[in-house]
């Protein structure tokens, strides 16, 4: 098992900076992969970012050139570094692990909201 635990959410105003961390615990070693992904009201649930083996990383579009997903392995944390936030990047962002070791599974942590409001 595998746990995720969000935080660094808030409100911040438009060209802000925001940095969410996702604290992992239990069954490291069997993570492969570790992801953000956003919901906004209404939206279905869509893919942030993502950080694979050997530190690479792949974004959305909309969010390329913005936002930075890293992770300290020391720490058992990953984190998303949102900078220039636009409105349209209000939502709740969600910590997503997955595992392949037993096949495809996939943790999720309880989400943080992220709002950007003036």
């Known amino acids: 098992q595998v746990q995720l635990v969000e935080s660094g959410g808030g409100l911040v105003q438009p060209g802000g900076s925001l940095r969410l961390s996702c604290a992992v615990s239990?069954?490291?070693?069997?993570?492969?992969?570790m992801a953000w992904y956003r919901q906004a009201p209404g939206n279905q649930r869509e893919f942030v970012a993502i950080?694979?083996?050997?530190?690479?990383?792949d974004y959305a579009d909309s969010v390329k050139g913005r936002f930075t997903i890293s992770r300290n392995n020391a720490k058992n944390t990953t984190y998303l570094q949102m900078n220039s936030l636009k409105m349209e990047d209000t939502a709740a962002y969600y910590c997503?692990?997955?595992?392949?070791?037993?096949?495809?599974?996939?943790?999720w942590g309880q989400g943080t909201q992220v709002t950007v409001s003036s």
């Open positions: 997503n692990a997955v595992s392949f070791k037993f096949g495809r599974r996939d943790y």
């Open positions: 239990g069954s490291i070693s069997s993570i492969n992969t």
């Open positions: 950080i694979l083996s050997g530190d690479r990383t």
